[in-house]
């Protein structure tokens, strides 16, 4: 499922891909349900918890058909702010949560503290399952002590998404496979961004620094803890070269200062605001629906991410301990998370898969997007996914203490404070964020 951030309905479009089949119980793989293998069991309710679009209607049908015992209920949430209150509200007070509940990347690492809560898939086959995933996508629902608590479900591995137009005013390179070579790393990226600018006073080069600092700070395989959950503030230097980096970009003039999901931003992209930006597989649908005719062959993407790979975006499928199911429901999860499943779900949604196999399937490798100029998506975020490498540790108050951060530079990029201020005043909220109810 795609980042809290674009839970809008125009963001439920398009880009790329998702998943296959694999079994679920005792890593047994196989093609489909195994029709009648519980049908003479007791009548069995699962329930699931998601949010926005996870495209499993058809899926849960078809997993009913297979499985006549067993009825399925969806809980769709409208956001993902509104998924994570009723998530936070029943596991406090000890019961109401779903057979099974689905976490977002950006958010599941506050719950990686909290693994009691949930089950140890393990002891359902996922030790046996781990092969089907990207491993970095395996490690982010998995404690220190190896414990693994979500199924993987699509991923949001990122490139660059470009004007072709603008490119060529500004005397860039306009063909994707030679922009590609342009942003070997970030400083590179800034580098092209102010010889832009300098051609092109009235267009800027990326649409906002916070998103820019989502895309960077994410590839950092320490940004806000150590190891050890322990808060690491002004103490990580490779933070505060990110922050100057894009706060000197603001001050140059690179940032288009639009707030993402905002109707400006909304906006913008049927005008010449900006010229380039990092972009998660699914945010290609973002920009077709926002720029419309006015896009169609001016937006391309080029397989290429500075300083190698980057993901936004994602989720997990989880079994709480509350579920009185724990068995059936991790055979469910799992059954969905496989790779013929998420190859279903990315032809409905265009969510991009997260396990290996669905990258030999040749809808997903010959996927193009023709309003892209006929970029072969497919083929780029299946290279993009397999170029992240990094294993970011995120600790238990990572979303919060991010929050602080982009408010910061949104304060910047609006004029409203230095970035000298801003930072000193992002390491003081920040410090307050980490501290706040830890462990709750």
């Not at 099974?100 to 958010?107: K, L």
């Not at 690492?109 to 086959?125: E, I, M, S, T």
């Amino acid at each position: 499922m795609r980042p809290s951030a674009r839970c809008r309905p125009a963001a439920v479009a398009l880009a790329c891909s998702l998943t296959l089949l694999v079994a679920a119980c005792g890593g047994n793989d196989q093609t489909s349900p195994a029709a009648g293998d519980a049908a003479d069991g007791p009548r069995v309710e699962l329930t699931i918890a998601t949010f926005n679009e996870f495209g499993y209607a058809d899926l849960y049908r078809e997993y009913e058909a297979a499985h006549p015992n067993i009825k399925i209920t969806e809980r769709r949430a409208a956001t993902v702010d509104e998924h994570i209150k009723n998530l936070e509200t029943n596991l406090a007070s000890g019961s109401g949560m779903a057979d099974i509940e689905a976490m977002e990347v950006s958010w599941i690492y506050k719950y990686l503290a909290k693994a009691d809560k949930f089950v140890d898939l393990r002891q359902h086959g996922a030790d046996d399952l781990r092969s089907r995933w990207l491993d970095w996508k395996m490690s982010g629902a998995t404690t220190s002590e190896g414990k693994i608590i979500g199924y993987g479900t699509d991923i949001g591995p990122e490139a660059i998404c470009y004007r072709r137009d603008l490119f060529a005013k500004a005397g860039l390179p306009t063909d994707r496979a030679e922009v590609a070579k342009l942003f070997p790393d970030w400083s590179s990226y800034f580098s092209y961004g102010r010889r832009f600018k300098a051609k092109m006073p009235n267009s800027a080069w990326y649409d906002s620094a916070v998103l820019t600092w989502e895309a960077m700070r994410n590839q950092l395989i320490q940004a806000y803890y150590s190891n050890q959950d322990r808060y690491l503030g002004d103490e990580n230097e490779l933070l505060k070269k990110t922050w100057d980096q894009i706060v000197a970009g603001t001050e140059d003039g690179l940032s288009a200062k639009l707030p993402a999901w905002s109707e400006a931003w909304n906006k913008a992209f049927r005008t010449d605001a900006f010229a380039t930006m990092a972009c998660p597989g699914w945010l290609l649908g973002v920009i077709q629906d926002n720029a419309g005719a006015f896009g169609k062959g001016k937006w391309d993407v080029a397989d290429v991410f500075p300083g190698g790979g980057g993901n936004w975006g994602g989720s997990y499928l989880t079994v709480p301990t509350q579920s009185s199911q724990p068995a059936e429901a991790a055979k469910l999860a799992a059954w969905l998370t496989a790779p013929e499943q998420q190859v279903k779900v990315f032809q409905k949604v265009g969510s991009f898969p997260s396990t290996v196999d669905a990258y030999d399937n040749e809808q997903v490798k010959k996927q193009v997007n023709a309003y892209f100029n006929n970029a072969p998506v497919g083929e780029i975020f299946i290279n993009r996914a397999n170029n992240v490498i990094l294993k970011q540790h995120k600790g238990p108050r990572d979303g919060e203490i991010n929050t602080v951060f982009s408010d910061a530079l949104t304060r910047v990029d609006e004029g409203k404070q230095s970035p000298s201020a801003a930072w000193k005043q992002a390491l003081r909220d920040a410090e307050k964020a980490a501290n706040t109810r830890r462990g709750n």
